[in-house]
């Protein structure tokens, strides 16, 4: 990955960005972290095209793309709040942290952070 300092010292990607948001079916939060995904690439300049939906449908697929619950967010493969917690397939909703308390996705703030690693 190339980055390069911007005057206002963030880091610049140059890199194609990869951006998905797994849910799976009947999820009350996932919409809302799709649009809250979109807003922060907005703020951030990044094409939305970047954000790829996917819907879970079976226990096997969550295994396999790393899903830790609806909505899990994975930037660049990785999930910038999971932490190391190993994917676990479960068809749950999950739970974020927010600086306005618990939430069933992360803020506008969290995800313009994720996206400038």
Known sequence: MLVTMASDRSAVRHDPLEVRLLYFEGCPNW?????????ALELQGLDQDVLCVVK????????AVGFRGSP?????GRDPFGGDTPA????????YETPAGRDG???VGQLVAALRR
């Not at 879970?56 to 295994?63: D, Q, Y």
Request: hydrophobic fraction near 40%.
């Open 31 to 39: 919409e809302v972290a799709r649009d809250r995904l979109r807003r």
């Open 56 to 63: 879970v449908a079976t226990p096997e697929e969550a295994e």
């Open 72 to 76: 899990t967010i994975l930037v660049d």
């Open 88 to 95: 676990s397939g479960a068809f749950a909703c999950r739970i």
């Open 105 to 107: 996705a992360p803020s």
